[in-house]
């Protein structure tokens, strides 16, 4: 949530851009919101909340903290990086709406770099590649080995 939030106001030079950002922000927004009525008592979940805000907080100091680092115009190789940082261990706990977010958000990156490589040079980078590799690993190896795993105890039931 403190990536939507932080980069929808440092990285975007259009509303549009920040729009989309945001969308992604509100949508993160809801499911926590659902998960902390749904999986929390009544009188826990103020306290979830507060941390889950302060969470958010501390994501948007660290951002701004990596920004202040490794500074760049408009902070785009940085929330780059992070985002893809951010994808590798979500692409180990994979599900079809992880692998289609992962897929559109390399290739929306890609995309970039094939119509503006200039302005994107480190997206076709040999370790930016290898990340997306490594990420995507797991996201296409995830439904085979669920079916090897189901079938293997089917025939133990059976």
């Known amino acids: 949530m403190a990536y939507e939030i932080y980069y929808a106001f440092v990285t975007t030079s259009t509303t549009f851009e920040r729009l989309c950002f945001l969308v992604w922000f ?8 659902v998960a902390v009525l749904a999986a929390y008592p009544q009188h826990r979940r103020k306290l979830v909340a507060w941390r889950l805000v302060a ?26 990086w992070t985002g893809l940082l951010l994808q590798l261990p979500i692409g180990w706990g994979s599900v079809v709406t992880r692998f289609l977010g992962c897929v559109t958000a390399y290739l929306v990156f890609f995309w970039r770099y094939w119509n503006v490589p200039s302005n994107w040079p480190y997206v076709g980078s040999f370790l930016s590649v290898a990340i997306i590799a490594v990420t995507m690993l797991p996201e296409f190896a995830y439904p085979f080995i669920y079916i090897h795993v189901y079938n293997k105890e089917k025939q133990k039931t059976s």
């Open 26 to 33: 509100a949508l993160d927004v809801s499911f926590a919101s």
């Open 55 to 80: 969470g958010v907080v501390v994501g948007i100091a660290c951002f701004h903290a990596i920004c202040q680092i490794w500074p760049d115009e408009r902070e785009q190789v940085t929330a780059y």
